[in-house]
C-alpha cells in the first residue's frame, strides 16, 4: 500500500476552504499520488451545545468571541493519539495566530520531516489560552498582519512544507537555487522565449552560453 509521506489533520470551523490552493498544481499531483493527505475535522461537530456555537465571551470583556477550550480539547483527545510519533523534538500541534513564531524557510524544512501534524485554524479572536499550555501548541504567524481566519495560514503553511518532502517536486535541485535555501546566493532576473519582446532583448550573455558569464552575471545581478 502506498503510505502518504506526510499526513496533516486540519481543524477548522470551515471544513469546505480545503483543499483549496492545495488542491491544484504540484500540490494537487501530490495529493493526487497520495504523497501526502490530510483529513478535516469540524470543530463544530464538538460544540456540545444544542445551538451549535463553539465560541464564547472573552473574560474580562472587549471586542470580538472566543472559541471555547472545551472544543479544542475534545477535538484533539478525539483525533490525536495518545503518543504521536514524531521525528523531530517540536510538538506536532500547530495553532495559527497572528502572535505566533513567524513562518520561515528553515521551519518548513524541519517540519517535512514529520509523519503527522495536527493544524488548528483559529477565527474569531482566537482560542482559549489554557488549551493552548494543556497541549504544547506551537504558535506560527504567516506574516506580520491578521487574517479572518486560520484557514489561508494552513494552506500557506502547507504548501511551503510540502516542497520539502520528497517526491513532491519533480526536480527537487531547484529547491538549492530558490529564496531563503542554504545554497542561495540571490534572486536573480529570470527571462524566456521570445529572446526579443517589445523591443525587449534578454541580455546577451545569457544567450551566448558561457555558464561561467552566466553565474557571474546572476550574481552580480542578484536582488538580494
Ligand atoms: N485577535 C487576534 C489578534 O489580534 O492577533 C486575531 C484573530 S484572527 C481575526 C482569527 C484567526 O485567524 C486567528 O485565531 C488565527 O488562527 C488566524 N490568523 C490571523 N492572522 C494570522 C497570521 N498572520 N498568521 C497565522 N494565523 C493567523
Redesign the pocket.
Known sequence: MNQAKLHATIFTLFPEMFPGTLGTAIHGRALANKIWNYNIVNLRDFSNRHDGRVDDRPYGGGA?MVIRPDVIDDALTQHVPASAPETASLPTII??????TQFNAEMAQTYAQYQHLYL????????DQRVIEKWQMRE???????????EL?VQVFLDAVLRFVPDVLGNPESLDEESFSDNFTGEYPHYTRPQIWQNRAVPDVLVNGNHQKITEWRKNNSKK
Open positions: 470580538g495553532y495559527f495566530s497572528a502572535s505566533g488548528i485554524a483559529g477565527r474569531y479572536e482566537g482560542i506560527i504567524c504567516i506574516g506580520p498582519y491578521v487574517l479572518s481566519g486560520g495560514p
